[in-house]
Nanobody
């Protein structure tokens, strides 16, 4: 099992920045990809950004240039960050951390989700 705990959400004015953090613990040795997704009221959950264990990143096209994902792996935890800049009211959503476990041969082992952290951007 993998346990994910997010932090860093809050209320911020448009144009400001915010950094989210997500700490993964448990069976972290097999975590391959970590990432962030978001869900706004009345909308489906959507990809924000993901990062592989090797550091390869992928972003939603609409967020490139404003959001940056990074990752810090230690012996006991994996932490993924999301630096958000030039925030807009449309970035308001619950942001969820995700971790995907895979075997050494890339076979899928499971998806794990955090509880979510609310980001509200006021105009």
């Amino acid at each position: 099992q993998v346990h994910l705990v997010e932090s860093g959400g809050g209320l911020v004015q448009a144009g400001r920045s915010l950094r989210l953090s997500c700490v993964a613990s448990g069976n972290i040795f097999s975590i391959n990809t970590m990432g962030w997704y978001r869900q706004a009221p009345g909308k489906q959950r959507e990809l924000v950004a993901v990062i592989t264990v090797g550091g390869t990143t992928h972003y939603a096209d609409s967020l490139k240039g404003r959001f940056t994902i990074s990752r810090d792996n230690t012996r006991d935890t994996n932490t993924v960050y999301l630096q958000m800049t030039s925030l807009k009211p449309e970035d308001t959503a619950v942001y969820y951390c995700n971790a995907v476990r895979r075997t050494s041969s890339s076979a899928y082992m499971g998806d794990y989700w955090g509880q979510g952290t609310q980001v509200t951007v006021s105009s």
